[in-house]
């Protein structure tokens, strides 16, 4: 048995601290993931917290799960996008809110930089304005998350194929536009992971 | 873990591969990337540009605050526990069990979920690092520690703190509350050393925060460190005496040994020179817990969330800061400049790819030296140029 279903099967016996470890490890992801959706971060909260009553309350009829992380993404999806369709239907026209996740990539955000970085990071902006939302969420998932191609399809509700062409194309897309400048990304990435 | 062999493999292979995303994000920034590179010296340019491709979407998730993380888990507890109370029959565990468990939940940098109320945890200030060290009183009060490398003495029996060997604060007001600590807060380039009410002597290096009580209670000695700190610990196997960090809890039997647990470090190291301790993960139900003995050291990968223990032939030199040097062997020239970046309050900018030419060094730095001196026998080893621009230090490579 994975740790994951060990750790889930004591939450659903409502043994001490399973519920905590749960929250405690997957808090940050939970909320980096909902900030794609909105930028109000207490609209985050309330569905976190709401999913948690939720799982609480039903913990006796909860299935196996596998992989925690992957499956309060996907419950959590589910209740953001209901959540904000409804929101979008109260106030109609109201930017702050996408019923898609919005994935924005460091090297596109605007940063303080000397001109010959501005140059290779305007190269790589180009390329990633290229992708699509799929295309970008399919990226996230694969590897800001690290979640294997079977759950990306779990996520997105695509077939495998689908999944994998989404993010091949993505790479592709970007590796000609960026041409032979690929090498110099690499330089820039370096500094930012250092700064950080 | 068991690697795949990776031969013959092209770029786009290796950016499909669910365990080569994994290690490219695991070992990025590490030394261990390059040494990765060299056991898989056939496919070294395919990985370098796989990892380029991966790493241009690992993006700084934003981290939500931690009033906000312990409001939703405030009312997530009182919700469950609402809930057993209603429900008799979902309520067998827990409570029966007599002794409390004590459950600590780290969460951001170096807070603490108290989860049974009168059980330890501590919640360092969130005051930006001071100037000089400074004490911090239960009530809120600072006291400033001076300019130099401060010395703290808790009087026994006094309830009483001895600054500097002059000044004498008296404990604070008598609370039965004795989960209120003392913190001290020794800031970037200082060092601060001190003495406890049982006997224990503690040095703290730079850049660390150390809460202690006056007096100690109950039949644990319980202190929290974030940062590093070498501890020779009185004995009393009847009173263990317990350091928490963030990951991991260490706890000693009458010892001499350091304790290097940064918030910015991805690993947590104990290096043991005299006596027994033992070091145990936090936060995790099926924690590892080693005991150490003499001549060992222990690393705890905060990602891996594993530990390590290997022989360490000079165990006195992790510790070597206590006298003003710094010793050390085989060790990256990363981790050398990181140690420097905290004992002179500096930052290093370099090139990427500058250090990467050069080898693991050892060697002994005298800390009392300017940083002008220790960057120029620094350089001799590394092979760089360096150039001090007030408080940032600039490396490249020669041959450039």
Not at chain 1, 49 to 59: A, S, V
Not at chain 1, 74 to 79: A, G, H, Y
Not at chain 1, 137 to 148: M, N, V, W
Request: charged share 30%; with cysteine; glycine share 4%.
């Amino acid at each position: 048995m994975s740790e994951d279903s060990h750790i889930w099967e004591k939450f659903k016996n409502a043994e001490d601290s399973a519920l905590s470890l749960i929250y405690s490890q997957h808090v940050d992801f939970l909320f980096g993931y909902g900030r794609k959706f909105s930028d109000d971060e207490d609209f985050i909260f309330d569905t976190i917290q709401d999913l948690f009553y939720y799982l609480i309350t039903n913990r006796k009829n909860l299935g196996e799960v596998k992989n925690i992380k992957l499956y309060l993404l996907k419950s959590l999806q589910r209740r953001l996008i209901l959540e904000l369709e409804k929101k979008q239907k109260q106030a109609k026209r109201n930017n702050d809110y996408h019923t898609e996740p919005e994935i924005v990539f460091p090297a596109e955000e605007n940063l303080i930089r000397d001109e010959e970085e501005q140059a290779q990071l305007e190269l790589i902006r180009q390329g990633m304005q290229q992708l699509n939302s799929k295309q970008r969420e399919a990226l996230y998932y694969k590897y800001t998350c690290g979640f294997s191609y079977q759950q990306i399809c779990e996520i997105m509700s695509v077939s495998y194929d689908t999944a994998r062409q989404l993010v091949s194309r993505a790479v592709g897309s970007l590796k000609k536009t960026l041409g032979k400048d690929f090498l110099t990304l690499f330089f820039i990435l370096k500094k930012e992971a250092f700064l950080f | 873990m068991k690697l795949k062999p990776y031969i013959n493999c092209s770029v786009e292979d290796l950016i499909e591969d669910d365990e080569f995303i994994d290690l490219v994000k695991r070992l990025h920034g590490t030394p261990k990337w390059e040494l990765f590179l060299d056991d898989h010296s056939s496919s070294k340019q395919k990985m370098i540009e796989a990892k380029k491709i991966i790493m241009l979407f690992v993006t700084n998730e934003p981290v939500p605050s931690y009033e906000k993380k312990l409001d939703v888990w405030t009312s997530l507890d009182r919700f469950e526990k609402g809930r057993s109370r209603d429900n008799g029959r979902t309520l067998k565990i827990g409570l029966s069990s007599a002794a409390a468990v004590l459950i600590l939940v780290a969460l951001g940098n170096l807070v603490y979920l108290n989860f049974n109320r009168n059980d330890a945890t501590f919640l360092f200030s969130s005051s930006p690092d001071p100037d000089h060290p400074v004490l911090v009183l239960p009530n809120g009060n600072q006291i400033d520690l001076g300019e130099n490398d401060a010395k703290v003495a808790v009087l026994k029996g006094q309830n009483a703190i001895q600054v500097n060997d002059d000044s004498i604060i008296g404990s604070s007001v008598e609370t039965p509350d004795h989960a209120r600590l003392n913190e001290v807060i020794v800031p970037f380039a200082r060092k601060s050393s001190m003495v406890l009410a049982d006997g224990t002597k503690v040095w703290l290096n730079a850049g660390s925060r150390f809460a202690f009580p006056t007096k100690f209670e109950g039949n644990k000695r319980e202190v929290f460190l974030e940062g590093e700190g070498y501890f020779e610990v009185t004995e009393n196997p009847d009173h263990p005496f317990i350091i928490h960090t963030q990951d991991i809890e260490v706890k000693v039997l009458g010892t001499i040994f350091g304790l290097s647990a940064y918030a910015a470090d991805d690993f947590v190291e104990t290096v043991l020179l005299e006596g027994r301790v033992q070091m145990q993960e936090k936060n995790n139900l099926f924690g590892e817990k080693v005991i150490m003995t003499p001549s060992q050291k222990a690393t705890y990968n905060k990602t891996r969330k594993e530990i390590d223990v290997i022989a360490e032939a000079h165990p006195e030199a992790p510790v070597a800061w206590v006298k003003g040097w710094y010793q050390f062997s085989n060790e990256s020239p990363e981790k050398v400049i990181k140690k420097l970046e905290r004992y002179y309050n500096v930052k290093f900018d370099y090139y990427p790819g500058a250090l990467s030419s050069s080898l693991p060094i050892s060697g002994k730095l005298d800390l009392k030296e300017s940083l002008d001196e220790v960057m120029a026998i620094v350089a001799k080893v590394t092979k760089l140029n360096y150039e001090i621009k007030e408080d940032h230090v600039v490396l490249s490579g020669k041959q450039e």
